[in-house]
């Protein structure tokens, strides 16, 4: 039984525990600075069409995000991202900045899309419906058919209370190791660990997870701190 069958047999609503708010927490500089760039990549490219390159790249990131979103359970946050996938696809395969009214619908996305993940790391619930709006206004530009409520319906709202989560936090920083060296392990194996298909690794990319690994795996041989921690778990 697939994964997406299992769940509508045993977790028809959005239960508090379906949505990892810590993991959102940790993820937020990453979130932030990704959407940073699209943001500037758009402005490049609304500015001078040869810059169309920069919007396969924001393309490929995205794409990253939102499987972490999906892994999250931030329905809302994904079905925006990918309606932001959807919007830069469509640019870049035109080849002209000449859809003004497009690009300024994805730049208002992507500012909708930052304040969603700043209003979920602040109320600690998720509220998808209200995406809705700026998710039809982007899937307009493809002809697709508009969502309405009833479209997140299955995950529901939900509320998750975890007491003083920051204080399971800690930076890399603050343990003398290579904070460069370990973030580009890290995110070199998330990047085929998130895009895999098939389950077929070459020897390129089983480097890369095994350095992801090897990561995580320092970091939480230098700390107690939970996030890190569990890193070390089987």
């Known amino acids: 039984?697939?994964?997406?069958?299992?769940?509508?047999?045993?977790?028809?609503?959005?239960?508090?525990?379906?949505?990892?708010?810590?993991?959102?927490?940790?993820?937020?500089?990453?979130?932030?600075?990704?959407?940073?760039?699209?943001?500037?990549?758009l402005g490049e490219f609304n500015d001078d069409s040869s810059q169309a390159p920069l919007l396969s790249d924001s393309i490929e990131v995205?794409?990253?995000?939102?499987?972490?979103?999906?892994?999250?359970?931030?329905?809302g946050a994904e079905a925006l991202n990918d309606a932001i996938v959807g919007g830069l696809q469509r640019l870049y395969d035109n080849g002209d900045n000449n859809d003004t009214d497009l690009i300024m619908d994805l730049s208002e996305a992507i500012m909708t899309l930052d304040r969603y993940v700043e209003f979920v790391l602040?109320?600690?619930?998720?509220e998808p419906t209200l995406l809705i709006p700026v998710i039809n206004k982007l899937n307009a530009h493809s002809q697709k058919a508009p969502i309405?409520?009833?479209?997140?319906?299955?995950?529901?709202?939900?509320?998750?209370i975890i007491a003083n989560p920051e204080q399971n936090f800690e930076s890399l920083s603050a343990l003398n190791l290579d904070t460069e060296l370990l973030t580009n392990a890290y995110?070199?194996?998330?990047?085929?660990?998130?895009?895999?298909?098939?389950?077929?690794?070459?020897?390129?990319?089983?480097?890369?997870?095994?350095a992801m690994s090897a990561a995580c795996a320092l970091i939480a041989s230098n700390t107690d701190s939970l996030f890190w921690q569990a890193a070390t778990a089987p």
């Open 1 to 41: 039984m697939d994964q997406s069958a299992q769940m509508k047999l045993t977790a028809p609503t959005l239960s508090v525990t379906d949505f990892n708010l810590p993991s959102l927490h940790l993820l937020h500089d990453e979130v932030i600075a990704t959407l940073k760039d699209t943001e500037i990549h």
């Open 62 to 75: 995205l794409k990253q995000l939102s499987c972490i979103f999906k892994l999250i359970s931030l329905v």
């Open 122 to 126: 602040l109320t600690e619930s998720v």
């Open 148 to 160: 309405t409520a009833d479209y997140f319906s299955e995950f529901g709202s939900s509320s998750v």
């Open 187 to 210: 995110r070199s194996g998330l990047a085929v660990a998130l895009l895999n298909q098939d389950g077929k690794i070459d020897s390129a990319d089983q480097q890369k997870l095994d």
